[in-house]
Structure formats: structure tokens, C-alpha cells
């Protein structure tokens, strides 16, 4: 019976470590190989760290341009000073995420329409009863005046190396307006 028993546990062990399903949250494994988060492309500033301690007001899902004492530093951290709303805007939108999410950002500007478009692909593997919110916070140089803003979301999973859509209605894209 010991002999069973230490053989279910070594076959057991075996299935966890070549899945990667070490971590007991997580129901739906397979997360190597998934791609790095992206601080985005586009216009955001690349070398821009935003603050996390966040004082935030109004609208709970758009936070764009709603901010009272948010720093930024362009030293990895090293010194922060507040954002020059004269040369800069804060953008962000709020998404919702279950397991080990990656974050894809994307800033474009639409000269036709007079328009900033943020696109946000949220990239999840996993499963976890968990949720994990993130206000995408990206420093774009200041809006242009007499230009609108939209958000795209995407919910995308990561299932066995490839990017695949969500089937099953638990995560739908959405859009909407983007306030400055």
C-alpha cells in the first residue's frame, strides 16, 4: 500500500512540474512561454514610472484625468516629481483580470478623426477564484485641445503558447469614451 501510495505522489509530481501546475491556485496551467507585460507602445513615454499611491476621485472605471498628487519619475523610481500637466496627460482605464494577467498598452493618435485611441489587451492564463484589478495608468505627451479619447479592451488567454480568444463569454472586449 506504501508502494502505491509513494508512486500516485511521484506520478503526481512528475504531471505538476512538466504542466507547471506547481501552484495549487491555479486550475488551468501552462503559463510558460507567455509573453512579457508591455508598457506599451505608441505615444507613451517609455521611461515613465507613475506613482501607486494613488489618490483618486469620481468615476470608478475611468480614472483618465481624475488624479490629485500622482508622481511620476523618469529614473526607475530613483526621484519622483508631479506630472507637468503642460506637457504631459495621465490616461488610464480599469479592467478586471483572473490569473496571471500581461498587460499590452498601445497610445495612437487619429489626426482624420481628432482622436487618442488607448488599447488595452489584457492577456490572462489561469484560472483563480481571485481577481486581480488594474487602472493601466500610462503618461502620453498632453492631448491635443479640441481632440475626443476612446478605450479598447481585449481579453485574450494564453492557452499552450498561443493567444486565443475567450469563447465562452467570460471576458468580452469592450470600448467606450475616454475623458481627458
Excluded at 489618490?55 to 516629481?81: A, R
Aim: net charge neutral.
Amino acid at each position: 500500500m506504501k508502494r502505491i501510495a509513494l508512486l500516485f505522489a511521484s506520478i503526481t509530481i512528475i504531471v505538476m512540474t512538466i504542466t507547471g501546475c506547481m501552484d495549487y491556485k491555479v486550475r488551468h496551467c501552462k503559463c510558460d512561454n507567455m509573453p512579457e507585460q508591455t508598457t506599451g507602445d505608441g505615444l507613451i513615454v517609455q521611461n515613465a514610472t507613475l506613482s501607486s499611491k494613488l489618490s483618486l476621485y469620481g468615476d470608478t472605471t475611468n480614472y483618465t484625468g481624475k488624479y490629485q498628487n500622482m508622481v511620476v519619475s523618469f529614473d526607475n523610481g530613483v526621484t519622483y516629481e508631479p506630472i507637468d500637466t503642460n506637457k504631459y496627460t495621465m490616461i488610464s482605464h480599469l479592467t478586471y483580470s483572473g490569473a496571471t494577467p500581461r498587460y499590452i498598452r498601445s497610445v495612437y493618435k487619429d489626426d482624420a478623426e481628432k482622436k487618442y485611441i488607448y488599447y488595452i489587451t489584457v492577456l490572462i492564463c489561469g484560472y483563480t477564484e481571485q481577481f486581480e484589478m488594474n487602472y493601466n495608468f500610462v503618461l502620453i505627451p498632453k492631448v491635443e485641445d479640441g481632440y475626443t479619447g476612446e478605450y479598447m479592451v481585449e481579453y485574450k488567454r494564453w492557452e499552450r503558447g498561443k493567444i486565443k480568444d475567450y469563447t465562452d463569454g467570460s471576458f468580452k472586449s469592450e470600448s467606450g469614451v475616454l475623458n481627458f
